[in-house]
């Protein structure tokens, strides 16, 4: 996609789920195609269980990591609740990629709140943008035969949509580089699981 002038990638969920690593496997997918990126630093706490955003913007306009609100075209969302929080930086163009799995946030358990239900944290997302899929990211992670594969599930998910400017050779191609060689087997299965998950997604919530 020579000539693309930004596209904007932002990265949400919780410390412990492989946020950093995600985006440092799309930021190298994208160095490996030639084209300009910007990877951001992580806001919030990367301690487990703590809030955690990360941005790759990839383009030619593309100078500093961060951007402003309304302006991503993809969410990958690993947390739903953390999804939602960050729906500022979506806009009713922006695809959204979320994983079902809800993991409660210190501050809800703290509070006594409830947790919505994974369906009215869908219905608030689609009365803001009507291209979301959610992705049972944990189930996919589990049949590849290791749970801490989520993260690379959701780039699978994201990749089927063909919305990225980076081809999948170059996203195997960073697995290959990031990935300790006793991983790479089942990391490759999780994006595959998904990428096929993506393709025949039928919403459920």
Not at 21 to 29: R, V
Not at 122 to 128: A, C, L, N, V
Request: no cysteine.
């Amino acid at each position: 996609m020579a000539g693309m002038k930004e596209f904007n990638i932002v990265l949400t969920g919780v410390g412990g789920q492989g946020i950093l690593l995600a985006a440092e496997i799309l930021g190298t997918a994208a160095l490996k195609e030639g084209l300009n990126v910007r990877v951001s630093e992580i806001h919030g706490m990367a301690q487990r269980g703590g809030a955690v955003v990360s941005n790759v913007r990839i383009g030619e306009n593309v100078l500093a990591p961060t951007f402003l609100d309304g302006k991503a075209d993809v969410l990958l969302g690993f947390e739903p609740l953390e999804t939602l929080r960050n729906l500022n930086l979506a806009s009713e163009k922006t695809t959204i990629i979320m994983s079902d799995e809800r993991i409660t946030p210190t501050e809800l358990t703290a509070k006594m709140v409830d947790y919505p239900s994974l369906k009215k944290i869908t219905d608030k997302i689609r009365s803001f943008t009507k291209d979301i899929i959610v992705v049972e990211a944990a189930k996919l992670a589990t049949e590849a035969r290791n749970i801490l594969t989520e993260n690379v599930v959701l780039i699978g998910a994201l990749a089927a949509t063909k919305k990225m400017p980076i081809k999948d050779e170059s996203i195997i191609e960073a697995l290959k580089e990031l990935v300790p060689t006793k991983h790479l087997e089942t990391n490759i299965k999780a994006f595959k699981h998904g990428y096929e998950y993506t393709q025949k997604y039928r919403p459920k919530y």
